[in-house]
């Protein structure tokens, strides 16, 4: 997983169809914490950035190649999505918690002031 927190987010290929993961942002009074949906996307190409108080969380659910021929119905999407959300001023970048578990995003952000 790729993390840029000083700047914008690197390395990123554009690539056809666009979708937009359902991500849930909660807040305790000691961080917020963003929940997103990925199932399928490779840790690897799950890149997170915080510009100043705006988050931005990209990546890219690719349809295996493998799987191109024999499709009866396709009903999940595929493709790059990209989602940024404005956060709170108390937030601080520096204390970042990712992890990647069944298939769900967990970003962590502690609020000034506050360790975790």
């Given at each position: 997983?790729?993390?840029?927190?000083?700047?914008?987010?690197?390395?990123?290929?554009?690539?056809?169809?666009?979708?937009?993961?359902?991500?849930?942002?909660?807040?305790?009074?000691?961080?917020?914490?963003?929940?997103?949906?990925?199932?399928?996307?490779?840790?690897?190409?799950?890149?997170?950035?915080i510009e100043g108080?705006?988050?931005?969380?990209r990546g890219e659910?690719?349809?295996?190649?493998?799987?191109?021929?024999?499709?009866?119905?396709?009903?999940?999407?595929?493709?790059?999505?990209?989602?940024?959300?404005?956060?709170?001023a108390s937030v601080?970048?520096?204390?970042?918690?990712?992890?990647?578990?069944?298939?769900?995003?967990?970003?962590?952000?502690?609020?000034?002031?506050?360790?975790?």
């Amino acid at each position: 997983m790729k993390r840029n927190i000083s700047g914008g987010v690197v390395g990123l290929t554009s690539v056809a169809g666009v979708w937009t993961p359902p991500m849930d942002l909660f807040e305790t009074e000691e961080y917020i914490c963003i929940n997103a949906e990925l199932a399928g996307v490779e840790e690897s190409g799950i890149e997170i950035g915080i510009e100043g108080n705006v988050i931005t969380i990209r990546g890219e659910r690719r349809l295996s190649v493998g799987e191109e021929k024999g499709f009866i119905c396709v009903e999940r999407s595929y493709g790059s999505f990209i989602r940024t959300f404005k956060l709170p001023a108390s937030v601080t970048a520096g204390g970042m918690n990712v992890e990647l578990s069944m298939g769900v995003l967990k970003v962590t952000l502690p609020k000034s002031g506050t360790c975790r």
